[in-house]
């Protein structure tokens, strides 16, 4: 794998996968030549499948898989985050933050992430004392302390409940838009997908299947008709038939208003995610 400190301009990718085959012992390719480019500040969603090798490919690039020569190529300067936050229960919620950092300011630059993800009240607290939710905000102050470029969510919410996870869901948004890095983020949730990502890409028979541009103003509402439609979309190319089906919206580039028949809202989770938006731009 090769680390590429130097790709940085917007216009050119942070991550660049030519042909990539992954397998494990004598069984079938997981992956499959598969392509896939990035580019700086691009929040790309990924969804497939169980099994279809989504992990796998996160892992390559994080580098705690090898990948064949000339393969892969991503920024030095890297994070993951995963299902689970995995602190260190002997430290200190500071100290998971500093871990690993080697600058005479470890510790005010941790302080200051932890604030920024609103746990600066838990600095001295100890891992096993955090609620589901404030130990998946540590992990998260975790990843952006190191200020990466490429951030590599492995299904961060998946462990949550509900209410939380919307929450959280707001604060990676809000991350995003202040530090701007590349995102991959593996998710088996077709709305989370919608509601955070600049493109959606399906992962099937090892390769991309389906790449998707997601060209809606935010925050994102899931009553939006366009929403709808490409929630109906993004159900059909996983094979999984909607309930609720909504007429294609021809025209994605704008806010469509009152000009097809609203989907079924979800009053609760639109009411928690503009509250948390709201409450983070406050803040």
């Known amino acids: 794998m090769n680390a590429h400190p130097a790709l940085t301009a917007r216009q050119h990718p942070v991550v660049h996968v030519a042909n990539l085959v992954r397998s494990f012992g004598r069984g079938p390719n997981i992956l499959d030549g598969l392509d896939l480019a990035i580019r700086a500040g691009e929040f790309v969603a990924l969804l497939g499948r169980s099994g279809s090798g989504k992990s796998t490919l996160l892992r390559t690039l994080a580098g705690l898989d090898e990948a064949p020569a000339g393969t892969v190529t991503v920024p030095a300067e890297r994070a993951v985050v995963f299902q ?51 130990a998946q905000r540590a992990a998260l102050a975790r990843a952006l302390v190191r200020e990466p470029k490429l951030l590599l969510l492995d299904e961060p919410f998946a462990a949550l409940d509900a209410l939380t996870r919307l929450k959280t ?111 983070l731009a406050r803040s």
């Open 84 to 134: 689970e936050p995995r602190l260190v229960p002997w430290k200190r919620v500071w100290a998971n933050v500093a871990l690993g950092l080697r600058t005479p300011d470890a510790r005010e630059r941790a302080v200051a992430a932890l604030s920024e993800v609103g746990l600066s009240h838990r600095l001295e607290a100890w891992p096993l004392t955090l609620s589901g939710g404030e």
């Open 169 to 279: 869901q707001g604060l990676v948004a809000s991350l995003w838009r202040a530090h701007r890095p590349a995102v991959l983020l593996v998710t088996h949730d077709v709305d989370e997908a919608l509601l955070l990502a600049d493109r959606v890409l399906v992962l099937d028979q090892g390769r991309i299947g389906f790449d998707l541009h997601v060209n809606l103003e935010r925050p994102r509402r899931h009553a939006q008709p366009a929403f709808a439609s490409l929630r109906s979309r993004l159900l059909r190319e996983l094979g999984v038939e909607d309930e609720n089906p909504v007429e294609p919206v021809e025209e994605l580039r704008t806010p469509v208003r009152n000009t097809a028949p609203a989907a079924p809202t979800h009053r609760l989770e639109d009411a928690v995610w503009a509250a948390s938006a709201d409450a």
